[in-house]
């Protein structure tokens, strides 16, 4: 981990952990469970495989709920927790988020073989990366040591997810907000890879674009006609589900060659297209693959860094709804 000149040569992961901040490396530890879990990884890859296999959907839902944690004050696993006014209530969140039965029951396997040592949080992340790995993405090495929060809020997953309606201008402030760059957002964008949306998220594209009764002139014809039939223009047909990509259930960089071609699903993808800088992003990743893998793997390590808690700062769950 000398020299510059080898991270100019060929990027490693080795390169990359050069740069990331002092806080994360100094926290954080590869080798946090060798000897207090030593088959962790291979729990959480059977208990995210199995999962994956009885629901093609739920790699994208593991990923997306990981992000979720993270992005509410921090990596906590405070995404998981039961109660009212609790991030599960939030908008982006209720009636959406899914997975968690899925880490209850990785967690209670762990819970028989290594008691009172593995954090929901680090379960989650981990879990996240498997999801992703099982799905034919990239993979990546996991630093552990998070602990759980002991609080969860509603207005707080309101106030700091982003949005599909939001302009990019906000949706960026809030990356940054965790640290987070824009390139950041153009690649944790691509997790848009996987899964599906439901209507409500995209509709106002298809019927009423910005209040003018028409649909959104950027969108492709023939993507149009397809979306309509899936999400009339009808309420009942809110919670309807479209796929994100015609792959939805294998990670590549399809998302975006159809940003590129005007076939993004969601504003908010579609809104990277709008600034010179994130589009052309966009282009250099629909044209090479496994860039794109490198640079999600490497922006997932970051994302897994942020606002965790270390030590005496939190607990490890032993039932991830609820506190100890």
């Known amino acids: 981990m000398e020299h510059k000149n ?22 954080l530890d590869y080798k946090f469970y060798d000897d207090s879990c030593p088959n962790l990884t291979k729990i959480v890859r059977y208990g995210v495989w199995s999962a994956i296999s009885n629901d093609t959907r739920m790699a994208a839902s593991l990923l ?9 004050n921090g990596c906590d696993g405070s ?6 006014n609790g991030e599960k209530s939030g908008s982006a969140n209720r009636n959406s988020a899914r997975g968690f039965e899925v880490i209850d029951n990785i967690k209670a396997t762990i ?33 552990f040591g998070r602990r759980d929060g002991v609080t969860t809020s509603q207005d707080a997953a309101d106030q700091q997810l982003p949005s599909p309606f939001e302009p990019l201008e906000n949706i960026t402030a809030k990356f940054t907000s965790k640290g987070l760059e824009l390139k950041d957002v153009v690649v944790l964008s691509g997790g848009h890879t996987l899964g599906f949306a439901q209507c409500f998220t995209f509709k106002p594209r298809l019927f009423d674009f910005g209040g003018t009764g028409k649909p959104d002139p950027a969108l492709d014809t023939s993507l149009l006609q397809s979306l309509q039939s899936v999400c009339p223009n009808q309420v009942d047909s809110d919670s309807n589900l479209a796929p994100l990509d015609s792959t939805s259930t294998r990670f590549d960089n399809l998302y ?33 693959p496994y860039s794109f893998s490198k640079d999600f793997a ?27």
Request: overall charge positive; hydrophobic content about 40%.
């Open 6 to 27: 080898s991270c100019k040569m060929q990027f490693s992961y080795l390169c990359f952990l050069m740069f990331l901040s002092p806080l994360v490396l100094s926290q």
């Open 256 to 288: 975006y060659k159809l940003l590129v071609n005007n076939s993004g699903l969601l504003q908010s993808d579609h809104a990277l297209m709008g600034d010179n800088t994130t589009a052309s992003m966009v282009t250099y990743y629909s044209k090479y």
């Open 298 to 324: 490497a922006s997932m390590v970051k994302m897994g860094g942020i606002g965790v808690l270390t030590g005496q700062s939190g607990q490890i769950r032993k039932n991830c709804r609820v506190t100890n």
């Open 111 to 143: 819970e028989k073989l290594c008691p009172a040592t593995v954090s929901c949080a680090d379960v989650l992340t981990l879990a996240a990366r498997e999801a992703v790995y099982l799905a034919g993405g990239p993979f990546w090495n996991v630093p």
């Open 64 to 72: 997306r709920l990981h992000f979720h944690d993270c992005f509410v």
């Open 79 to 84: 995404v998981l927790l039961d109660g009212e």
